[in-house]
């Protein structure tokens, strides 16, 4: 079966560096997306990889290693307004997005 | 604005009635969805539709079926809703499977809530 793995919830402070990984399992890979999601919001686009190696976008990174089926997600300099569930999605060899459950990042100031 | 839209943002209604939900995107896109995400929050596709092709999650109900009068609009039509029918419902749209902008533009979500 296809299989998308994050951890549920994850906490950091404002100001801090996290790292939130997401594992995966698919038939097929056709790239991995990384979108965020805000309470009561719809989700939004961070990034895509599709080959190895890091993708930097301002204070957010997305790193992608095929061989291991992992992806991790870099947040620098976090902010209160980061506060959001991340969630990874994998797009397989029918073109079909397999998604994860999601991360809950909490911010602490 | 360019965007993916849907209506109602909010929609209550008794069990066992008729609902649609309506999408419309103004992106040029070529493919639409319908994904559920319920109270634990797990996004879950419903369907994929471009002007080719239907494709249908298996473990979506009959009750559930998709209308596309053209490719900008990707309606949900639902019939005798389920209290397990209370989720969010979001529409998105891409460009066809293979482009090399693949990334899904979702709208802003309706909330069902069946009594």
């Known amino acids: 079966g296809q299989n998308i793995d994050q951890p549920t919830e994850m906490t950091a402070t404002e100001g801090a560096i996290v790292q939130i990984n997401c594992t995966y399992q698919?038939?097929?890979?056709?790239?991995l997306f990384w979108y965020q999601q805000h309470a009561g919001e719809a989700p939004t686009f961070l990034s895509y990889?599709?080959l190895d190696g890091l993708e930097e976008k301002g204070r957010f990174s997305s790193f992608l290693s095929r061989s291991k089926g992992y992806s991790y997600l870099l947040l620098k300099e976090l902010q209160m307004k980061d506060s959001a569930s991340y969630l990874c999605?994998?797009?397989?060899?029918?073109?079909?997005?397999?998604w994860g459950a999601g991360t809950k990042l909490i911010i602490k100031p | 604005d360019t965007a993916v839209s849907q209506t109602p943002k909010y929609l209550v209604t008794q069990m066992g009635n008729d609902k649609s939900i309506k999408c419309e995107q103004n992106?040029?896109?070529?493919?639409m969805y319908w994904y559920k995400q319920d109270s634990k929050k797990f996004l879950k596709i419903m369907f994929s539709?471009?002007?080719?092709?239907?494709?249908i999650n298996e473990t979506v109900p009959n009750r559930f079926s998709p209308k596309s009068p053209d490719k900008a609009h990707l309606n949900l039509h639902i019939n005798s809703l389920e209290l397990g029918d209370s989720a969010v419902y979001f529409c998105?749209?891409?460009?066809?499977?293979?482009?090399?902008?693949?990334?899904?533009?979702f709208g802003p979500g309706t909330r069902l809530t069946v009594l």
């Open positions: 998105a749209s891409s460009h066809e499977p293979g482009h090399v902008y693949n990334e899904q533009f």
């Open positions: 992106l040029g896109h070529d493919t």
């Open positions: 539709y471009n002007n080719k092709e239907l494709i």
């Open positions: 698919t038939s097929g890979f056709n790239g």
């Open positions: 990889n599709v």
């Open positions: 999605a994998v797009m397989d060899s029918n073109y079909q997005l397999i």
